[in-house]
């Protein structure tokens, strides 16, 4: 991507002299043809097909979901998004039929069973998982033959890519990824407290497990119903997440490994035991998962009462009155958030998990050229430089979060574009699926009675058998395929 970023700046340039001789800098919107941005990324060696020279021009594919991302754009957004340059440059349609989320996979299968199978899939690696299970079962098809991740194109997305492999051969057309939980909070509770604050922590590469930590331990108090933590997502985002090291794994013979014996994970599990026997996370009586307004997002730290609310990105996101209710006022600078905070003992590098944006090739698809073709005119979208991203003009512009908010949106990009990291769990064989969720959700159940030695000797041997259960499958998918 460097070769890019040489153009983008010649862009960015052209941005800056614009504003000169003015006593404060105001942003330019460079609004530039299709034929322009095409250009800038022909001179980065990015191209798309001649529409005369692709036989998947003027051709249909057809989208089988239970959400429709593709059409759900106004006119004004809609030139921004790979499905115009799929419309305009190629004559190409996107016919959505809609699925119920829960039985999915049987309707896909049915319609697979009867000849009359769809295009393609939305793809995905946790609750929505798509792989490896149902590429082994025969529900997606290998995209290798439609796709070249070495290209100037792709190969951004080379690396996100590899979670999609099996048997040397990659499932998913992988157009983009976004990062999963930050770490929110309200800028005027930090203040009060006299905390340093963790944005300019992270500025100056010191936002670690241990200041995170001592926040938390100084801030609580259950007398006064303060808790420094709350929510659903602090305990997998602290383990799997913050550390960059993953409870089950991949080795270089696509077999599954267990990663229990990690000192990493032991560290970061620590970090979990110390904060709930400290009483720093937010419980009603026994249950670890009973959070503060039956688990509102953000609930408490408005009201100075929760200091940091681990979430998903999206769950900062909304109309203003709404977020700045529970969260703090948007418009005023109260709201803040930062990446996860990084071990202190590790490779000094900060880890976020990343969400794939992307398809599955459906089994028996009649159109694979049309899919790939439309993934090429997305992915094209993604990195165009003269098209300001659709997401952050929203966050801007409609939930009126501050530049400050937006640049830390940027550096989480970044972040997860130098160290793409994805969660493998989700699509498992059954029994390995129940002990892995067991044992993700024991780390806050347990809270302070469990170390990480007895959350291993309990799960250990169950891992490692249906981890050959697990490769025996795969296994025998290699053999048969």
Request: proline share 4%.
């Amino acid at each position: 991507m460097k070769r890019i970023f040489a153009i983008i700046l010649a862009v960015l340039m052209i941005t800056a002299l614009v504003g000169c001789g003015s006593k404060k800098r105001q942003p330019i919107i460079l609004t530039l043809s299709t034929e322009d941005s095409e250009a800038i990324l022909k001179a980065a060696g990015i191209t798309l097909p001649d529409a005369s020279e692709t036989a998947a021009a003027n051709s249909t594919i057809t989208f089988f979901s239970w959400f429709d991302p593709i059409n759900n754009y106004s006119e004004a957004e809609v030139i921004n998004t790979g499905y115009w340059t799929f419309r305009e440059k190629y004559g190409g349609t996107v016919e959505y039929y809609e699925c119920s989320y829960d039985t999915r996979y049987d309707e896909l299968a049915n319609l697979i069973m009867a000849a009359t199978s769809p295009d393609f899939f939305p793809a995905g690696v946790s609750s929505e998982a798509t792989f490896p299970m149902y590429c082994v079962k025969g529900t997606f098809s290998p995209v290798d033959a439609y796709i070249d991740y070495t290209e100037p194109l792709w190969e951004e997305m080379a690396e996100p890519a590899q979670a999609f492999t099996l048997a040397d051969k990659c499932f998913a057309f992988i157009t983009d990824i976004t990062f999963r939980n930050i770490c929110p909070y309200n800028r005027r509770v930090v203040n009060e407290w006299g905390f340093d604050d963790p944005a300019q922590l992270y500025a100056n590469d010191e936002w670690t497990w241990d200041v995170f930590y001592d926040m938390c331990v100084e801030f609580s108090d259950p007398d006064s119903n303060r808790y420094a933590i709350d929510g659903y997502a602090y305990n997998g985002a602290l383990v799997q997440e913050a550390s960059g090291h993953k409870f089950v794994d991949k080795d270089e013979n696509g077999h599954y490994i267990s990663n229990l014996d990690d000192p990493v994970l032991e560290q970061a599990n620590q970090l979990i035991y110390d904060l709930v026997k400290n009483e720093c996370v937010y419980h009603e009586g026994s249950s670890y998962w009973a959070g503060r307004d039956n688990h509102t997002d953000g609930a408490g730290v408005k009201d100075g009462l929760c200091l940091f609310y681990i979430t998903y990105f999206t769950s900062i996101q909304g109309p203003v009155d709404e977020i700045s209710a529970v969260w703090g006022d948007v418009t005023a600078n109260e709201l803040m958030y930062v990446p996860l905070p990084r071990n202190p003992n590790g490779d000094g590098e900060y880890y976020l998990a990343s969400i794939p944006s992307g398809y599955m090739l459906v089994q028996g698809a009649k159109n694979p050229e049309g899919v790939a073709l439309f993934s090429a005119c997305e992915r094209f979208k993604i990195i165009d430089p003269t098209v300001e991203r659709i997401d952050r003009r929203q966050l801007q512009e409609k939930y009126l979060w501050t530049e400050e908010m937006l640049e830390m949106y940027d550096e989480c990009r970044r972040l997860i574009l130098k160290n793409s990291y994805m969660y493998l769990n989700g699509n498992f064989i059954d029994n390995l699926n129940t002990a892995y969720n067991h044992f993700r959700d024991d780390i806050a159940r347990g809270g302070a009675s469990t170390s990480w030695a007895q959350l291993k000797e309990s799960y250990a041997e169950n891992f490692e058998y249906y981890l050959e259960e697990q490769n025996a499958v795969i296994d025998d998918y290699i053999a048969n395929n």
